[in-house]
């Protein structure tokens, strides 16, 4: 006795052969928005370049990770004295370099195997709290150690995320 009944089939009737649209690569790169029929959707661009446009949103959020960076580098520099044109110094230099390479980072994070992108991101992540931690005045041993331990661990939670989520 059968468990399942047939359902019927239906008949394809035969078309002529379409092209497929292009499924979005791993990379980023879009899809330029031809349609099967050879047309183009109102406002797309005639070639697209395959770079990957930048948000807004991934500006504002390495600018203001910048600053966060450049302010608190100048709080620690400033020991609870007077501000000075070096501490604002300081505070401006560290903070657009933090802001450069995290956009940086992000915008090329894409294109990277796991592996490097999680040393990418404890490299930043560690160097940046060993740098921190220089301006508290201890040894350059004891800020490199703990650059270092902050770098890998960062490298290891890095890793796992990315090695749980993707397929």
Same mark, same amino acid.
């Given at each position: 006795?059968?468990?399942?009944?047939?359902?019927?089939?239906?008949? %394809? #009737?035969?078309?002529?052969?379409?092209?497929?649209?292009?499924?979005?690569?791993? &990379?980023?790169?879009?899809? &330029? /928005?031809?349609?099967?029929?050879?047309?183009?959707?109102?406002?797309?661009?005639?070639?697209? !370049?395959?770079?990957?446009?930048?948000?807004?949103?991934?500006?504002?959020?390495?600018?203001?990770? /910048?600053?966060?960076?450049?302010?608190?580098?100048?709080?620690?520099?400033?020991?609870?004295?007077?501000? #000075?044109?070096?501490?604002?110094?300081?505070?401006?230099?560290? /903070?657009?370099?933090?802001?450069?390479?995290?956009?940086?980072?992000?915008?090329?994070?894409?294109?990277?195997?796991?592996?490097? %992108?999680?040393?990418?991101?404890?490299?930043?992540?560690?160097?940046?709290?060993?740098?921190?931690?220089?301006? #508290?005045?201890?040894?350059?041993?004891?800020? !490199? /150690?703990?650059?270092?331990?902050?770098?890998?661990?960062?490298?290891?939670?890095?890793?796992?995320?990315?090695?749980? %989520?993707?397929?």
């Amino acid at each position: 006795m059968a468990t399942q009944t047939p359902t019927p089939a239906r008949h %394809r #009737t035969l078309k002529p052969h379409l092209p497929r649209p292009h499924l979005p690569r791993h &990379d980023g790169a879009r899809h &330029d /928005g031809a349609r099967h029929d050879g047309a183009r959707p109102q406002g797309a661009r005639p070639q697209d !370049s395959g770079r990957r446009r930048v948000s807004p949103r991934l500006v504002g959020n390495s600018l203001l990770l /910048g600053i966060a960076y450049g302010v608190y580098a100048s709080y620690i520099a400033r020991g609870g004295g007077p501000a #000075t044109y070096g501490q604002l110094a300081l505070a401006l230099i560290s /903070g657009a370099l933090v802001a450069l390479l995290v956009f940086g980072l992000v915008l090329v994070q894409h294109r990277l195997m796991r592996e490097v %992108r999680a040393a990418a991101w404890g490299v930043l992540v560690g160097g940046g709290m060993g740098f921190l931690y220089s301006l #508290t005045n201890h040894s350059v041993m004891l800020s !490199s /150690g703990i650059g270092l331990a902050i770098g890998a661990a960062t490298v290891f939670v890095v890793f796992y995320a990315l090695y749980t %989520r993707e397929p």
